[in-house]
């Protein structure tokens, strides 16, 4: 990767390891790769690992729960969640078309990770890195993802706040959901810095975090968005 992390005086270059993650078995347009493939930092712990594999799982459990809900002629329940929510951003950088509501931009969101799936499974797509970083002085980030905007080229690469993802005060699923909105800014979707409400990226990740559920009164969103970015 050329990346070069300063401690002290010396200057680290990180070592990775590769993990396997078995893509869920539902019927698609085209060929489905058995797995996907991310190089993990080695500093991450193997309890870290383990969450952050099942972090992956149940992004894809999402994504398979929704295809085979489309397959079965019905609304999935992803694309009812984000229907109730999402106003803005609903489309990609790489989607010229207007989209008219939430569960179109559901329904095209879900056939770009589609596509991304492919990409990283077929090795069509640079490597998917999962980036170790401790926050620094002031700073306050659980799961990033750099913007990029085309799912059939651009990486799954993430960097994660290690000490978040240790944390016992926050579910994997909610993990998860912070895991899937930085794949959607690999996938090419874009909100202003710090609102997430009423835009796609926002609440399409609140909803997985909510196993697509509508939201609870009186619950703030800050419960959700503290996690996110």
Not at 50 to 69: A, D, N, S
Not at 76 to 104: H, M, Q, T
């Amino acid at each position: 990767m050329g990346d070069i992390i300063k401690r002290g005086s010396e200057f680290i270059v990180p070592e990775y390891r590769i993990i396997y993650v078995t893509v869920p078995d539902v019927r698609t347009d085209e060929p489905m790769p058995e797995r996907m493939i991310f190089y993990v930092d080695t500093r991450f712990t193997t309890a870290q690992v383990k969450r952050l594999r099942e972090m992956i799982v149940t992004v894809l459990f999402y994504w398979g729960e929704h295809v085979e809900q489309i397959n079965d002629g019905e609304v999935s329940r992803y694309e009812s969640c984000v229907n109730k929510y999402a106003r803005f951003n609903l489309a990609p950088v790489w989607f010229a078309d207007r989209i008219a509501n939430g569960r179109a931009a559901a329904a095209v969101q879900m056939a770009g990770f589609t596509t991304q799936i492919q990409a990283n499974g077929y090795g069509r797509a640079a490597k998917a890195y999962i980036k170790y970083k401790e926050p620094t002085a002031g700073e306050s980030f659980t799961i990033r993802g750099l913007n990029a905007s085309s799912p059939e080229k651009s990486s799954l690469t993430v960097t994660v706040n290690p000490i978040n993802l240790s944390s016992t005060a926050v579910g994997t699923t909610m993990l998860s959901g912070s895991l899937f909105h930085a794949w959607l800014h690999r996938e090419g979707y874009r909100h202003p810095a710090g609102r997430f409400t009423s835009y796609f990226a926002g609440e399409a990740s609140m909803c997985i975090m909510r196993d697509n559920k509508d939201k609870v009164p009186g619950v703030p969103a800050s419960t959700y968005t503290k996690w996110l970015d």
